[in-house]
C-alpha cells in the first residue's frame, strides 16, 4: 500500500557497524509503529527492533546492547544502527510500518524490500 524503501546493507567484518534506513515514500501520511525483522533462508522472519512514534522502543534479546532503533517522525524514516555484528547477524532485513493515511479511517502494514547484512571474515 505504502512503499517503504530501504538502504544501509552490506558486507562487514565481524565488530564491525552499519546503520540501515528506511523512509515511508508518500506525503500525508501518518507512521505509528515501526519495527526491523529479520530473516535467514529457510528460517522464520524475527522480529529485531520495534520503536512507537513517541520513541518507546523493545528488542530482541540476541541484539540488545549492540543495536539501537531511532526515528525521524518529520522524516517518517527508521533507523537501525547496528553495533559489534556478529557471523550470526546475516539475513535480510525488512522494515515495517503501520501507517494511516490522511482520510483514511484505517491503518495499513507496509513492509520494505529488504536490505543484505553480510558478517564474514
Known amino acids: 500500500q505504502v512503499p517503504l524503501v530501504e538502504s544501509g546493507g552490506g558486507l562487514v567484518q565481524p565488530g564491525d557497524s552499519l546503520r540501515l534506513s528506511c523512509a515511508a515514500s508518500?506525503?500525508?501520511?501518518?507512521?505509528?509503529?515501526m519495527s526491523w525483522y529479520r530473516q535467514v533462508p529457510g528460517k522464520q522472519r524475527e522480529l529485531v527492533a520495534s520503536?512507537?512514534?513517541?520513541?518507546?522502543?523493545n528488542y530482541a534479546d540476541s541484539v540488545k546492547g549492540r543495536f539501537t532503533i531511532s526515528r525521524d517522525n518529520a522524516k517518517d524514516t527508521v533507523y537501525l544502527q547496528l553495533n559489534s555484528l556478529r557471523p550470526e547477524d546475516t539475513a535480510v532485513y525488512y522494515c515495517?510500518?503501520?501507517?494511516?493515511?490522511?482520510?483514511?479511517?484505517?491503518?495499513?502494514?507496509?513492509w520494505g524490500q529488504g536490505t543484505q547484512v553480510t558478517v564474514s571474515s
Open positions: 520503536i512507537t512514534r513517541g520513541s518507546g522502543t
Open positions: 515495517q510500518a503501520r501507517i494511516l493515511r490522511a482520510g483514511s479511517p484505517y491503518y495499513s502494514t507496509n
Open positions: 508518500g506525503n500525508n501520511l501518518r507512521v505509528d509503529l
